[in-house]
């Protein structure tokens, strides 16, 4: 039973050891240090694994403002919108705190575009200058792209616009970058904000030279941008915007094929030139189509630009410069719808980040239910071996209790009958059965383990024990029985013995001598069940009553 007991106890905490293995998950620190070393190569990948951490707002310290401040570079280096990131700024004032820098020009960065798509134009404007503030002295290289951004904030993405502003940040940053390729930049925005204010067209041309001097600088496929777009510029020569626009298309034709017509186009109305303004028209026409077809996404500005040049085309308008273009706040119109299209999405996408992680608590629930239930089945399990184990003690102590008192009962009857005179009878044979039982009474006397052990042995012999190890030597006791009790076993087995077998004439004998049935169980070492089922056995071959017949049998064998 001990044996038993210590496998199942095994077999329980082997249970425990594999629903805690089942259970383990990497830690947050780690899920947020794997996600960080993708964020350069594979922002995607970053995305994946912070999604693991089902609920970032259980987190503190470090871990909750490395957590959105690599969710919101994550989603803008994917192109998707963040606006909802409103924990960004406890980012920010961890990183305020700690401090650092570089981390907090990021996240200054991060909520200034924020803010912008939430057309919180000054407050972004604010973050710009405050990342442009904290960055630290041996990354200044990232100044130049905020100066960028302020630009654009004010050249493109508000409105109405504000074009002095814009042209006063690209001031600023020509002041501080030598870079090329920066200053080309530069001088593109100022003279698009000049091109498109219409006041200072000779500004607007001024830099657009400016531009172009560095933009031969460039590698080849980095001109075509800056070729076509400054063709657009008002005031520019026709023939010279002509030759950009060219140049444009021979760099780079798939890309800037359907632009780069449109606006020679333009300028051929600019020049008188309807008909050559027509022909642009139809090929441009026919590049937007395969474009459209290309990237599966119509492009407002680009459709509006068509219709312009068509409509000015076919009712033949007198020659003038009609690049002032009505239709410049359609990229403003597109980056808008474009945004919005994209902060659809984010909702989208926390609405089902919400579901999951209701899905996730319910899954929790659920787990937690059934190691609950486990433990709970565990514990019963556990009970109910204590409790069979207890009783099967409990029941040997009371069958050996039993035993005990059935062997004092016997010696005690014994003691007094020894005191008599000998005569030939029951008496008789137990003293004689009793010198056998002696080892018995000792053995009981003293229960220790050893004792019990071999008190067993005694009363279940295996097969190959001798005669004389045997509980009752019946060999030698038959002869006393038919001494004591008038030839009872000689007139048994001569009337009876085609029908009964050896163990039943052994108990018809005991029977005789008096024995109860917890005299023989200790005697014979036959459990009680055996002893009934023996008995039913014998009236049923004798055809004997169920209550009385035995006691009637025995008696009528003796008396015979």
Known sequence: MNRYVSAITGYILLFFVLLSGACTAPSDRDLLDRAESCLPENPDSTLLLLKQIRFPERLTGKELADYWYLHATGRRNTDRSYVTDSLLQMSIDYYAAVPDSARLRDCYRLEAQRQEWLKQFDRADAFYRRAIEVCPHDQQNHIPALYSKLILLYNDHINPKNYPLARQYAHKLLSITTDPEWRADTYYELAASYNFEGLHPDSAVYYTY???????????????????????????????????????????????????????????????????????????????????????????????????????????LSPKDIRTKEFIYNDSINTASFRQRLINSEHVQNQQVLLEKQYTLNLHQQQLKLLLTGILCAVILAGGILYLYIRNRRQRWVASEEKAEALEHLLNEARKNMAEEPAADGAFFRRILLKQL??????????????????????????????????????????????????????????????????EIQLCCLLCAGFTTKEINVVTGQGISTIYHRKIDIRRKLDLDETKGLADFIQSVYSA
Not at 459 to 473: D, M
């Open 438 to 503: 002696g080892l018995i009474r000792l053995l009981a006397s003293s229960p220790t383990s050893a004792n019990q052990e071999l008190l067993r042995q005694i009363a279940n012999p295996g097969e190959g024990t001798e005669k004389g190890n045997r509980l009752l030597i019946w060999e030698e006791l038959y002869p006393i029985i038919d001494a004591s009790y008038n030839g009872f076993y000689t007139k048994l087995t001569n009337r009876y013995g085609e029908l009964l077998n050896e163990k």
């Open 210 to 316: 400016k531009c172009l001097e560095l933009v031969y600088q460039m590698p080849l496929q980095q001109r075509p941008f800056y070729l076509s777009n400054c063709a657009n510029m008002i005031g520019l020569d026709a023939h010279e915007a002509l030759r950009l626009s060219d140049e444009a298309i021979a760099i780079n034709p798939e890309r800037y094929l359907f632009s780069s017509t449109s606006t020679k186009g333009y300028i051929y109305l600019a020049m008188g030139k309807p008909d050559s303004a027509l022909l642009c028209y139809q090929k441009a026409a026919e590049a937007y189509k395969k474009e459209v077809i290309r990237i599966k996404e119509d492009y407002p500005t680009a459709h509006n630009s068509l219709s312009t040049l068509y409509a000015a085309t076919s009712y033949a």
